[in-house]
């Protein structure tokens, strides 16, 4: 393309003090941001949809179908909490799958806005204080979780696995662990000064464990004592055994649906008040 | 002239530093700097890198907190309302942090958003500064795919997307080629003709010069000298400078011979520099001593001038 020098092009001119209210941005920066967040998640639409639905369709097939036939057929269709392993099972990769969705949108693009692009700085420049950039990611993060919450649950709709009914409950569950898996995990993101391999000692020390001791394809209790642990501090044992509950009705003691909120909910509160202060402090240097 | 006067006569702050200092630790990266920014006035910071230069800006952009001193910016103070004063605020960074993942008009898009401006009136505004900015044909590709200078011209059509009161920029053309950089000169000359505040930091003399109607050099976190560029250079420098090379080894020994000549001698790794209201009388009488120099050019003083005298080193280093 050729520069023309001496283009006469000026802009029109009524000026910052009359064209923005800082209002609109103090009051709603965090959407501003949350948009920006989905309108780059759009441009990843066909992977997105790619994980939701094919994920699942793998899983239920492989896990579900493969095993759930063979659990069924030796203990009966009613051998695990008086239900099918198909059902026993839907709860736990429903939690998966919203913890997974949030994860994504809260790692990769944190370490790409603080060291790679730095568009938090961008963001920054304008009246979006640090705070209001951690809750839009959240928003964002939360608008991926439901949507592929939501996929999933269509195809275990499909296979039998869920009810009409329990898709509300389900969804609120498993974004609620993927809510405060995210919190904490953006947190974390946001201390990582470049990517020396964190992101990967996490999915297999922290993530793999969580989804395979978190009592997702048997109960916790089949477990050995000192394996129980795992579970008990992870959202995903919290979320499945909440969603067992709250879906099929698999007994449970009541103090424990209380325990499982709101060791979801505390791990949102410490993850977002800690990410605060360090997009805060980060974006300041 | 009475005080009320000259109220009158002078526009308003626009930024007001009083003693502003920044300390990181027991580092002072900003040492107790006193300027004022008027209304439409182009403002140069010029220094080394590690002059402060880089703080001072971040601290006017609102994004990093004095920790000493007073700043007013836009009436207000950046350490308790930088929302207020950044939504009228424009910053090119020294670094472009455009998305990569999003298209050139993308980019603009959103970042007029996180100013609560419309969709609509975006959509305007959008295409007036990629007119602005010559990129209409580049208004569908993503910024990756851009040049250097193409990014530079899209991050301060960026930073006008809100009609800033001051545009802050912050080396706009480190990095650029000679004729990338003539454009965003020209760009910013248009901007500031139609009153718009500029701050501009920099490494390079000539783009202070075409620039800035003031500038304040800066070197360790202090103010070593401030004015026009005219001025600075006829405080600090003489009308013109002879510069002789006489071979990178004997320079030392050369300039020895030298001393009486001209008002002042600086003697670089090069070269010597010999400071004097007429240059070609110099060069006479360096010829007259019998030395004869492996080149010789006679200039006006420049700003590097100013800088090498102030500071004892050169801007670039």
Redesign the interface.
């Known amino acids: 393309m050729s520069l023309d020098v001496r283009s006469e092009t000026k802009v029109n001119w009524v000026g910052a003090a009359k064209l923005v209210d800082p209002q609109v941005s103090i009051r709603f920066g965090a959407l501003f941001v949350a948009e920006n967040r989905i309108r780059n998640m759009i441009k990843w639409w066909a992977s997105i949809l790619a994980f939701g639905i094919g994920n699942p369709s793998l899983y239920l097939l492989s896990i579900g179908i493969g095993v759930g036939t063979l659990v069924d057929s030796s203990l009966g269709p009613d051998a695990i909490d008086g239900v099918s392993y198909l059902t026993f099972l839907a709860p736990a990769l429903l939690a998966t799958a919203g913890i997974q969705g949030a994860m994504d949108e809260v790692t990769w693009p944190t370490l790409e806005g603080f060291v790679w692009d730095r568009t938090f700085f961008s963001m920054n420049s304008t009246a979006i204080t640090g705070k209001q950039i951690v809750d839009g990611i959240m928003l964002a993060a939360m608008a991926r979780c439901v949507i592929q919450v939501f996929m999933y649950e269509l195809c275990l709709l499909a296979f039998g696995a869920i009810t009409w009914e329990s898709i509300p409950i389900l969804l609120l569950v498993s974004t609620t662990a993927g809510f405060g898996f995210a919190a904490i995990m953006l947190g974390l993101s946001a201390s990582i000064k470049d990517d020396d391999g964190m992101f990967a000692l996490i999915g297999r020390f922290v993530i793999t464990p969580m989804f395979m001791f978190s009592g997702t394809f048997y109960p916790i209790t089949s477990m050995p004592i000192y394996l129980q642990w795992i579970g008990w501090i992870s959202p995903q044992w919290h979320a499945t055994n909440l969603g067992r509950a709250m879906s099929y009705g698999m007994p449970i003691e009541s103090w424990l649906l209380y325990v499982h909120w709101g060791l979801m909910l505390v791990m949102a509160v410490i993850g977002i008040t800690w990410s605060h202060r360090i997009f805060v402090k980060r974006l300041a240097k | 002239m009475p005080k009320e006067a000259v109220k009158k006569v002078l526009p308003e702050a626009m930024i007001t530093a009083t003693e502003l200092t920044k300390k990181y630790g027991d580092f002072v990266a900003v040492d107790g700097v006193n300027f004022t920014v008027r209304r439409g006035e182009s403002f140069g910071l010029l220094g080394p890198n590690g002059a402060g230069k880089s703080t001072t800006m971040k601290m006017i952009?609102a994004?990093?907190?004095r920790t000493g001193g007073d700043l007013v910016i836009l009436g207000k103070d950046p350490n308790t309302q930088?929302?207020?004063i950044?939504?009228?605020?424009g910053?090119v960074?020294q670094?472009d942090?455009?998305?990569?993942?999003?298209k050139v008009w993308?980019n603009l898009m959103?970042?007029g958003?996180?100013?609560?401006?419309s969709r609509k009136w975006l959509k305007g505004k959008i295409e007036?500064?990629l007119?602005?900015a010559?990129l209409v044909?580049?208004r569908n590709n993503k910024t990756e795919e851009l040049s250097g200078g193409?990014k530079r011209r899209l991050t301060i059509a960026?930073g006008?997307i809100?009609?800033?009161?001051i545009l802050l920029l912050d080396e706009p053309t480190t990095g650029l080629d000679p004729?990338?950089r003539?454009?965003l000169w020209?760009r910013l000359f248009?901007?500031k003709e139609?009153?718009?505040t500029l701050v501009i930091t920099t490494h390079y003399m000539d783009e202070a010069e075409q620039l800035c109607d003031r500038l304040m050099v800066m070197d360790k976190g202090k103010i070593m000298a401030e004015g026009s560029p005219a001025e600075l250079i006829k405080k600090y420098s003489s009308k013109e400078v002879l510069e002789v090379r006489f071979g990178s080894e004997n320079n030392i020994v050369v300039a020895e011979k030298l001393k009486g000549i001209g008002e002042r001698l600086e003697v670089l790794p090069d070269r010597i520099l010999v400071y004097a209201q007429s240059g070609e009388k110099c060069l006479e009488q360096i010829v007259k001593l019998g030395l004869e120099p492996v080149t010789s050019l006679v200039r006006r003083s420049s700003l590097e001038d100013v800088f090498l005298r102030l500071t004892g080193r050169t801007l670039v280093e």
Not at chain 2, 162 to 165: I, Y
């Open positions: 952009a994004t990093s907190q930088g929302p207020e950044r939504a009228h605020l910053v960074p670094q942090n455009l998305d990569r993942e999003l993308e959103v970042y958003r996180y100013f609560g401006l007036e500064l007119e602005f010559q044909e580049k193409m960026r006008l809100n009609e800033p009161e004729q990338a003539h454009i020209d248009r901007l139609q009153g718009v």
